[in-house]
């Protein structure tokens, strides 16, 4: 089954989620440690990526699986000036194997392409790493796809927590 992925962005009032270390936990109205962090649009992410120099323009956070598989899930961690690596696939159709969390190598098929004259072609990955995004921008004509991704060892993994219960700095003794 798919679960969609959420974004989100550091904010002060009234966070849903606070990010302490790798753990984010849920919250209520206020994060008495860490960052408070609001949902936003998925699609809005693209607003926080420079596209045309691979970098990241605000702190985000990607939960690979929210809704019903948010519990015990985990997520990537996006700090601004972090590098990333882009690849936009363009197609009158295009189906993509790949999803949020996933691993990629370089030249790896990651989905398929339907062009405007009938052609079917195999859409391989110019990037290595983690898939950290994949934006469908469903606006355009054609169908449009920005896939971010991380290379693995650049990489911030945060757990997502059920409660708020042992989300705590973890303090010098």
Not at 16 to 34: A, F, H, I, N, Y
Not at 70 to 82: C, E, M
Not at 91 to 120: P, W
């Amino acid at each position: 089954m798919y679960y969609f992925p959420a974004v989100l962005i550091p904010c002060s009032s009234n966070p849903r989620w606070c990010l302490v270390e790798d753990q984010l936990c849920p919250s209520k109205d206020s994060c008495t440690e860490g960052v408070g962090f609001c949902l936003v649009e998925y699609e809005s992410a693209l607003n926080r990526v420079d596209l045309s120099n691979g970098l990241i323009l605000e702190d985000m956070v990607v939960i690979e699986k929210y809704g019903a598989g948010t519990r015990g899930s985990s997520g990537i961690y996006l700090k601004k000036g972090d590098r990333v690596c882009l690849q936009e696939v363009s197609s009158a159709y295009a189906y993509l194997t790949k999803k949020e969390g996933d691993a990629v190598k370089q030249g790896e098929r990651i989905g398929f392409m339907l062009s405007v004259k009938g052609a079917v072609r195999t859409v391989k990955s110019v990037c290595e790493g983690i898939i950290t995004l994949i934006i469908n921008i469903t606006w355009e004509v054609p169908e449009k796809y920005i896939i971010v991704v991380v290379k693995e060892d650049e990489l911030r993994r945060i757990h997502v927590r059920e409660d708020k219960g042992g989300c705590v700095k973890e303090r010098a003794g």
